[in-house]
């Protein structure tokens, strides 16, 4: 079984700092992936960024960028340079791996507000 | 462009009705879908699986016979609200792929208004 949580039901940041939200998982597989996921106010799910848990090395996208630290079950989000279009409620969200097609398992989410 | 399409978006009917949503993947045969259900501020709470010409698989708590789920084929699964009523308002949506590293793919959701 997995569980995700992310303690920050909401967050909030000023137009072009940095935030980070946080989130620990636990589980019983050692093949496992994480992902945050996106959902703005249209209620889309985005993906924003995921991680292997095989790989040590964080995983970057653009702006988003993760610090992933496998031996404490932490895997956090860190938005830079944050812009308006970033506001949404933001999932973390984990899937055991292997060949089948497993269920994802998704944190509380964190409402994100950035401020002009 | 969606790899995963939803419809309908929105749906406002009576109570008593019965709401049919379609979940189709464009793209790719998806032998397997995931239903979601998810209130204002809240986070998705899975409902059921959605195998391919098998029954799906129903979280606990969620009951089959209120929530029929249907996969004929492997482009399509659809959600059935039975009998609908004001507290099955919500807003529902599929995924479908995720096989390892694969990130699963949403469909843009159906808001559910029964008055």
């Known amino acids: 079984a997995q569980t995700v949580t992310q303690s920050q039901p909401e967050m909030s940041v000023q137009e072009a700092e940095t935030v980070t939200l946080s989130c620990t998982y636990d589980t019983s597989e050692s093949d496992y992936y994480l992902f945050w996921y996106k959902q703005p106010p249209s209620r889309q799910m985005i993906l924003v960024i995921r991680?292997?848990?095989?790989?040590?090395q964080n995983a970057t996208e653009n702006r988003f960028s993760v610090n992933f630290q496998k031996a404490a079950k932490s895997f956090s989000l860190k938005i830079s340079d944050s812009q308006l279009g970033d506001a949404a409620m933001y999932f973390c969200a984990s899937i055991a791996g292997g060949t089948s097609y497993g269920k994802l398992t998704f944190g509380q989410g964190t409402i994100l507000t950035v401020h002009p | 462009g969606a790899v995963v399409s939803q419809h309908p978006s929105r749906v406002i009917c009576k109570s008593g009705t019965s709401v049919k949503i379609e979940c189709r993947s464009l793209?790719?045969?998806?032998?397997?879908m995931f239903w979601y259900r998810q209130f204002p501020k809240q986070s998705l709470m899975l409902m059921a699986t959605?195998?391919?010409?098998?029954?799906?698989?129903?979280e606990q708590g969620v009951e089959k016979d209120k929530f029929l789920i249907n996969h004929a084929s492997l482009t399509l699964s659809t959600l059935t609200v039975t009998s609908a009523h004001p507290e099955d308002s919500s807003f529902y949506i599929c995924?479908?792929?995720?096989?390892?590293?694969?990130?699963?793919?949403f469909g843009d959701g159906t808001r559910l208004s029964i008055l």
């Open positions: 995924s479908a792929g995720g096989r390892g590293n694969q990130p699963q793919h």
């Open positions: 793209d790719f045969q998806a032998t397997t």
């Open positions: 991680q292997e848990a095989y790989k040590q």
């Open positions: 959605s195998n391919e010409g098998s029954k799906a698989t129903y």
